[in-house]
């Protein structure tokens, strides 16, 4: 183990909201080292869609969503489900989860995560220029898409939501419109809304690893260290590992869908569950993608990644320890392949990812009730990517003492 040095703030998690905050502390000129049990981009970081999407305000608890709960449990593959090993553990996150799809939540929810998607995609044009990472950014937009006019007219209050809160769209309403930004569809989708402004990287990997190498360039520090409890003493924090003890000054803890855990060890419960996402990634294009494609009632999306594809997402509700059901990736790789035809379904790698969820999908950002110099990050659910750059600049605001771009009460761990 390296030297402690307790004038450091230690950031716990290499994943992208960990490093993009590190790089934000380190730019404020704070000592900054990174510790995680794995490495950078090892976990949920690695494998995920590689979208911005900056679109998606609306959260999972809407109103009139428990009627369809009965359901989950009967369809294992469909695209939310709870794993029956896992449905009373669960319970407690689903009263939460029930309680956020109120009128008045919901509706203070969409508001919440508008305000974070607006300052996050800001800071995202913020953060591009300063690690010369506009090479990894694909800004083509994203199509998402509808089976006839019932399907499609049932989400117009959602595209009403969206312009409200100030989103760019298109609404196309024939397979022909469709065709002209995406050929090759299969024409059973009729409707579509386009959002323009939508962005990708690249690679998700490969982006939060060049958002490292920037960090450990300009000083900063990662290290491998297996993290298991928390302890405000005095004017800094201890941090016990596997292999010893670290103290700093200050500690993000943005260790994703194991960041409760550590949160335990100081005494607070948070209601963090994991949305277990499947993916299945292709060495090539073969449909000649040009947009990121969202498959809406199939739980699903379809994304380039370097020079191949990802067709992945669905929501499994299913905990850490289970063990995976790639079953669910297989399912998804057979509609797409329905849903484009000229996908080639030939030498895939599955994967799994633990996405940090909350019940109102907003995550935590915000000092600990319990331990003024512990500074909370996580519970982005599928969204930390989108939301990155916009967390690491509140954090930084947090760790310096600066009021906020954005309020932050939204976001307080003890709202529920």
């Known amino acids: 183990m390296a030297a402690s040095d307790p004038s450091e703030i230690l950031v716990i998690g290499a994943g992208i909201i960990g490093v993009t905050a590190a790089l934000a502390l380190l730019r404020d000129g704070h000592r900054v080292r990174i510790l995680d049990r ?21 959260p999972l608890a809407t109103p009139g969503i428990m009627r369809k709960a009965p359901g989950w449990l009967l369809d294992p593959l469909g695209p939310l489900s709870v794993r029956a090993g896992y449905a009373l553990k669960i319970t407690p996150w689903m009263l939460h989860f029930w ?44 199509l998402q ?37 995406q050929p090759g569809l299969s024409p059973q989708f009729t409707h579509a809304g386009y959002t323009p402004d939508w962005l990708n990287v690249t690679d998700p990997e490969r982006w939060t690893h060049h958002l490292a190498q920037h960090f450990t360039a300009a000083g900063g520090v990662i290290e491998v260290a297996d993290i298991r409890a928390l302890r405000q003493d005095g004017d800094g924090v201890r941090v016990e590992t596997t292999s010893g003890a670290r103290r700093g000054a ?64 669905a929501v499994e509700l299913g905990g850490l320890t289970l063990p995976p059901n790639y079953r669910r990736a297989e399912v998804l790789v057979e509609k797409a392949a329905r849903f484009l035809p000229g996908l080639d379904p030939q030498g895939g790698r599955q994967w799994m990812g633990f996405r940090p969820s909350l019940p109102d999908s907003l995550p935590v950002i915000a000092r600990a009730p319990g331990a003024d110099r512990v500074i909370y990050a996580f519970g982005h659910g599928h969204l930390g990517l989108t939301q990155s750059a916009g967390t690491a600049e509140l954090v930084a605001d947090l760790a310096a ?6 309020p ?3 976001f307080a761990p003890d709202r529920f």
């Open 145 to 181: 898409l509808y089976e006839g006019v019932a399907q499609f007219n049932a989400t117009l209050p959602a595209w009403d939501v969206r312009r409200a809160h100030g989103v760019a769209f298109d609404l196309l309403e024939s397979p022909g419109a469709i065709a002209e930004i």
């Open 99 to 142: 309680r956020a799809t109120r009128a008045d939540r919901y509706k203070a929810a969409v508001a919440a995560q508008a305000s974070l998607m607006q300052h996050s995609r800001a800071a995202l044009e913020r953060l591009v220029p300063r690690v010369d990472a506009e090479p990894l950014l694909r800004r083509e937009g994203q």
């Open 401 to 406: 003492g600066r009021a906020p771009t954005i």
């Open 38 to 58: 794995k490495g950078v981009a090892a976990e949920t970081s690695r494998g995920n869609a590689g979208a911005f999407a900056f679109t998606d305000i609306e």
């Open 408 to 410: 932050l009460a939204p």
């Open 250 to 313: 200050q500690v993000v803890l943005a260790a994703g869908a194991w960041s409760h855990h550590l949160a335990r060890s100081m005494g607070e419960s948070i209601p963090l569950e994991t949305e277990r996402g499947y993916n299945t990634t292709f060495p090539t294009d073969s449909v000649g993608l040009r947009t990121h494609l969202t498959f809406s009632n199939h739980g699903f999306v379809v994304s380039r990644i370097g020079a191949g594809l990802r067709v992945g997402g």
